[in-house]
């Protein structure tokens, strides 16, 4: 990992060599020739360039498969034992996790404390540049101390380059700690990979503009982020038959979005989708099961929680 200290009008030519260097030899900082002429094309034609590069991104996501399953199980684990996900990152990387993790209330229904975003610069930085932040090594390591992290805990850090020393410092003090680590960049043999029990790194290559990684290794953080928490709900289950069943209707729509998910699962009217979610208290999952297997809300709360919230072991439970 290189010297973190950032430069600055005084920083010796010997550190700007190694920065430079290091840089030289990331993918995600290539630039190529073939672009060069990008100001003079066509806007139909700049989207099709844009596109074509776009579409290699879910083809290297596919080749770290076994890696995304690997950390998708460990963080799973960990949930199931009263476990958090904890998102650190800088700049689009941090903004990222930290969309993620904002995302998971509304659409699983779990506490905001199950999946957290860190951002180097803290809330400031997501939505302005916070000079440095991502420099500071020990910056992410205090803030996973005042969430008092521990062994049960998943903590993944994203870093287009991998080299990120505030994701680095975090991964290291996590792993220290005993809690999982997992390192998601779009380099290989990454500083954040070597700090991290799991490394998924999806390699990207140059960006459509070079020094933008928030394009093609910003697509591909969302799809894996995306992935990590996803298929994690479906594990704990979230979601059944394809379709959530734990949202919080927090709105009109997430409310009419309840009405139909109810009907469509239970085969009912919308009438009788309505009077089941009032007796659920508005638990889409509880309304099902008490359609699907006859039971008052208590026996079902009851079954559904000796079930762990699975709805469909729930079912049989009843039936």
Do not use: W
């Amino acid at each position: 990992m290189l010297n973190d200290t950032p430069l600055n009008d005084d920083t010796d030519s010997s550190r700007l060599a190694e920065l430079l260097e290091v840089l030289s030899g990331l993918g995600t900082e290539a630039s190529t020739t073939e672009r060069g002429d990008l100001d003079l094309l066509e806007t139909a034609e700049l989207v099709r360039r844009m596109n074509a590069e776009d579409q290699r991104v879910p083809i290297a996501v596919a080749e770290r498969a076994d890696d995304i399953a690997q950390a998708v199980d460990g963080i799973t684990e960990r949930f199931r034992r009263g476990g958090r996900l904890i998102y650190i990152g800088a700049g689009t990387a941090g903004r990222v996790g930290v969309l993620d993790a904002s995302e998971c209330p509304p659409t699983f229904g779990t506490d905001p404390s199950m999946v957290v975003g860190l951002i180097a610069g803290g809330e400031t930085a997501i939505r302005a540049a916070v000079e440095n932040a991502e420099d500071d090594a020990d910056a992410a390591e205090t803030s996973l101390r005042e969430l008092d992290l521990n062994p049960r805990d998943t903590v993944v850090g994203i870093s287009a380059s991998g080299r990120t020393p505030y994701v680095v410092g975090g991964l290291e003090y996590a792993r220290g700690v005993g809690a999982l680590t997992v390192a998601i960049a779009s380099n290989s043999d990454s500083d954040i990979g070597a700090a991290a029990e799991i490394a998924i790194e999806v390699v990207t290559g140059p960006e459509f503009i070079s020094g933008s990684t928030r394009l093609k290794a910003g697509t591909a953080q969302k799809l894996v982020v995306n992935m990590l928490t996803t298929l994690s709900m479906i594990k704990l289950g979230k979601t059944y038959r394809g379709v959530m069943v734990d949202l919080l209707a927090t709105n009109e729509k997430l409310h009419a979005r309840s009405v139909r998910t109810v009907s469509q699962l239970a085969g009912v009217g919308v009438d009788e989708a309505s009077t089941a979610l009032r007796t659920a208290d508005g638990s889409v999952k509880l309304a099902l099961l008490i359609l699907a297997s006859g039971a008052d809300a208590e026996r079902a709360k009851v079954a559904l929680a000796a079930a762990d919230g699975i709805l469909r072991e729930a079912i049989v439970a009843l039936s």
